[in-house]
RNA sequence: UCGUAAAUGUCACGU
């Protein structure tokens, strides 16, 4: 089973979600039993290819053979969704997992956060956000969920890509307001590609040197997206002076 | 902290 799920999961990594099904198969075939870490990577495959039809196969497979998915599973199955568009669905899955007893975690909170996100519900995004701030998310019972900044990174990229560079910044806010959220250098690249997004070039640049100054070095993800800023308010000589503080300090990555 | 499973990277260019 090890060495089945260790295949499986190479298949996932590459996208080959039609593989990964087809070993499972395989599995059964010559009397392997999968077990719950084979159906989730399972899962996972499907999850990364947007493959939620399957997906809900799977699960149903996996609840037929008698193994009752968890939150890696059910994070996948949202996954899934989110990667296809389907973010009403996505919720769905959240309650329906809720509804099998299980408290869904911080990744599975992000991932539906970033389904509404990536289907340009930032409301519905920022209102989920909103429930887990104030710990009245549905179903959480009492069991108060973790704020992490990459949930927040899903938030804000929701606003960005909705060119609502104000809401970015009032969720910047709340970040540096908790301890436990403290804006990272994606962050950044968010709220300042919000900011180009919105023609804010201005604001673009200041978060850059915000960043700088919170010590947090400029990525060239950041850089990139305060010289799209000043490109599409045709500021030309701030892209360039931009472009070349870029090229003279080192710029990494991440 | 980790173990065989889950969530974030821009832009350009192509398709």
Request: charged content about 25%.
């Amino acid at each position: 089973c090890f060495s089945f799920n260790a295949a499986m999961h190479g298949y996932g990594r590459n996208g080959d979600w039609e593989r990964a099904i087809a070993l499972l198969q395989d599995m059964k075939d010559s009397g392997v039993r999968p077990d719950l870490v084979t159906y989730s990577t399972v899962l996972a495959a499907c999850g990364k290819a947007g493959e939620w039809q399957r997906g809900k196969a799977i699960m149903a497979e996996m609840k037929a053979d008698g193994i009752s998915p968890n939150v890696f599973s059910f994070g996948s199955l949202i996954n899934a969704c989110g990667k296809a568009g389907r973010w009403e669905l996505a919720v769905e899955i959240l309650e329906e997992m809720q509804a099998s007893g299980l408290v869904p975690n911080e990744h599975n909170w992000s991932t539906a956060i970033d389904a509404c996100g990536k289907a340009g519900e930032w409301q519905k995004a920022l209102d989920i956000l909103g429930q887990l701030e104030a710990g009245t998310e549905a179903g959480g019972g009492g069991e108060r969920v973790p704020l992490s900044t990459t949930m927040y990174n899903f938030a804000l990229e929701a606003c960005a890509r909705a060119g609502k560079w104000d809401r970015g910044a009032e969720i910047l806010e709340r970040m540096k307001g908790n301890p436990r959220t403290p804006p990272d250098a994606r962050t950044y690249a968010k709220i300042i590609d919000a900011c180009a997004k919105g023609e804010q070039w201005g604001q673009a640049i200041r978060y850059l040197y915000e960043m700088r100054e919170v010590g947090i070095p400029p990525t060239i993800f950041a850089f990139n997206a305060a010289i799209a800023a000043c490109g599409k308010c045709g500021r030309w000589k701030e892209a360039l002076a931009l472009f070349g503080a870029m090229s003279r300090e080192g710029v990494s990555p991440d």
